[in-house]
């Protein structure tokens, strides 16, 4: 069988969506199908990632225009141009990822979607909404959007025409035929409330190879990070770790009101772009790695840790906290969107209320102060990662998925 993957680029530093398609890429390929991606930017060398032929001038003059009126994509038209590619033409089943920010118009998609059965997978509320991927509180997607509480969440807006954007996707929808996986039951149930529901949903779960990340020892870890060892490490990773939807500045909040016995005992862990204004913010001491995109090293920085936090404001998923899981490390964060499925409340870690700094400070010192609880939250976490959120399930999953759609 041959899949052809689509997303805006195969850099998974842009985002965990393009990280999640090409682990299910090169994980397809070793169990034998004849996995491809076409994508709009193209940052490898890889033979089987190809980019999509665009006209950048034709696409730049009409982005002027409509980015003026408030919408985001419709201008990126070189998606019409998608079923010419000689890699969509030789696909069994096209599957797309998220398509966005600015590559694809999704007004292509009836066009794409009569020619080849697809699977569109969401890894946030794009889809879903009349421009943002984290739609907060608004429940506007429900009927319509309109009147945008929040235009500057990404992918932000210069004005509010949310309500055509969700008209004219919702138009689309209709004259398309696809299948929708979502990664989490929450946002599988969103899937269906809204004006995706005519349309086939499933929930199929990320996974992770179980071999990579996996529980190392605590104390090499340790050394090869230049990590103290006698200190308690609190680990926070995200590709920025100041956009407003991680919660940094929750994050900030919470340990300042950490106790004083913890707080000089502590070494804050950063994964990710901006680690400096985390550090700023707080008198405990900070090891900032920057972006990690080997895998290894991620597991290395997870075994090292004895507590993952993520402040999260909004969440499909939750993809580092599932890589925390399979480290054995347990996980403090806020009960939002889909963390709700792989942070569970006395087995793997600890659930705060949302905005609620004094509540996460709870979580993590209950579980600093606790090393028993701690230690069995571990071996919960490293149990259910494996028997629920495998790679190898996912492609299984996957696979009977997409023999289901080509039939």
Same mark, same amino acid.
């Given at each position: 069988? @041959? ?50 032929? @665009? ?68 890894? /946030? ?11 907060? /509180?608004?429940e506007r997607w429900r009927t319509g959007c309109g009147k945008c509480p929040y235009p500057d969440a990404t992918p932000a807006v210069?004005?509010?025409? !949310? ?6 996707? @919702? ?9 929708? !996986? ?40 340790r050394r090869i990070l230049q990590l103290p060892a006698d200190k308690l490490v609190l680990m926070f990773a995200a590709v920025r ?23 000089? =005992? ?9 680690a400096q204004e985390l550090a700023c913010a707080t008198d405990i001491p900070v090891v900032g790695l920057g972006y990690i995109g ?49 942070? =569970? ?26 090393? !028993?609880?701690?230690? @069995? ?31």
């Open positions: 069988m @041959r899949i052809l993957h689509l997303h805006s680029t195969d850099n998974s530093r842009a985002a965990g969506g393009v990280l999640v398609m090409t682990r299910l890429h090169e994980e397809l390929k070793r169990a034998g199908l004849d996995s491809r991606i076409l994508c709009g930017t193209k940052t490898s060398g890889a033979a089987d990632v190809s980019q999509i032929r @665009r006209n950048v001038p034709l696409e730049g003059a009409l982005r002027r225009v409509t980015a003026q009126v408030g919408l985001n994509d419709i201008h990126a038209v070189s998606a019409f141009g998608v079923p010419d590619a000689p890699e969509f033409q030789a696909a069994d089943v096209l599957h797309i990822h998220g398509p966005h920010p600015n590559f694809f118009s999704y007004l292509a998609l009836p066009k794409l979607t009569q020619r080849k059965p697809t699977i569109f997978t969401l890894h /946030d509320m794009w889809a879903l909404t009349g421009h943002c991927a984290v739609s907060y /509180d608004c210069r004005r509010d025409a !949310t309500a055509l954007d969700w008209r004219l996707k @919702r138009w689309s929808y209709a004259r398309s035929q696809f299948h929708v !996986t979502a990664p989490s039951r929450w946002l599988a149930e969103r899937a269906r409330q809204s004006m995706l529901g005519h349309l086939p949903v499933h929930y199929l779960p990320h996974g992770l190879d179980m071999a990579v990340y996996e529980p190392l020892d605590k104390a090499e870890c770790l100041n956009q407003r939807s991680k919660g940094g500045d929750l994050l900030i909040k919470a340990l300042q009101l950490l106790p004083e016995r913890l707080r000089r =005992r502590m070494v804050l862990l950063l994964l990710g772009e901006n080997n895998d290894h090293i991620k597991a290395i920085a997870y075994s090292a840790a004895d507590l993952y936090v993520s402040p999260t404001r909004a969440e499909a998923f939750g993809l580092t906290l599932l890589e925390s899981m399979a480290c054995g490390t347990p996980l403090v964060t806020f009960n939002v969107g889909g963390v709700t499925e792989t942070v =569970r409340p006395g087995e793997t870690g600890y659930l705060a209320r949302p905005e609620d700094p004094e509540d996460l400070c709870a979580g993590i010192t209950a579980l600093l102060d606790d090393d !028993t609880a701690r230690l @069995r939250a571990g071996e919960r976490c490293r149990a259910i990662a494996v028997a629920e959120y495998s790679l190898e399930l996912q492609v299984q999953r996957y696979l009977e998925l997409y023999q289901q759609v080509a039939a």
